[in-house]
């Protein structure tokens, strides 16, 4: 089992910047994947960009060249991002694939961008 808690939501204005972090617990040497979705009111939960243990980190189209993901170490990840937007507001969630292939979700973090 995984555990994971993300923190790092707020409210932003648009141009602005946020960074998300997501703190794993339990088995986490047995994560492959680590990654964000998120979901605005009335939207499906959609992919925002995951890393794997070996390889590169692949983006939506839609934050491309404005979020970077990334892993500091086995416990941490982290969502960075840039010229925020209005469509960025969403619950965003912290998510891992183990090696077995079971998905571990976190609880969600609130990003809100307006003026």
């Known amino acids: 089992q995984v555990q994971l808690v993300e923190s790092g939501g707020a409210l932003a204005q648009p141009g602005g910047s946020l960074k998300l972090s997501c703190v794993a617990s339990g088995r986490v040497f047995s994560i492959r994947t680590v990654g964000w979705y998120r979901q605005a009111p009335g939207k499906r939960r959609e992919l925002v960009a995951t890393v794997p243990n070996s390889g590169s980190a692949t983006y939506a189209d839609s934050v491309k060249g404005r979020f970077t993901i990334f892993r500091e170490d086995v416990h941490t990840a982290y969502l960075e991002m840039n010229s925020l937007k209005p469509e960025d507001t969403a619950v965003y969630y912290c998510?891992?694939?183990?090696?077995?292939?079971?998905?571990?979700w976190g609880r969600g973090t609130q990003v809100t961008v307006s003026s």
């Open positions: 998510y891992t694939r183990d090696f077995g292939g079971s998905d571990y």
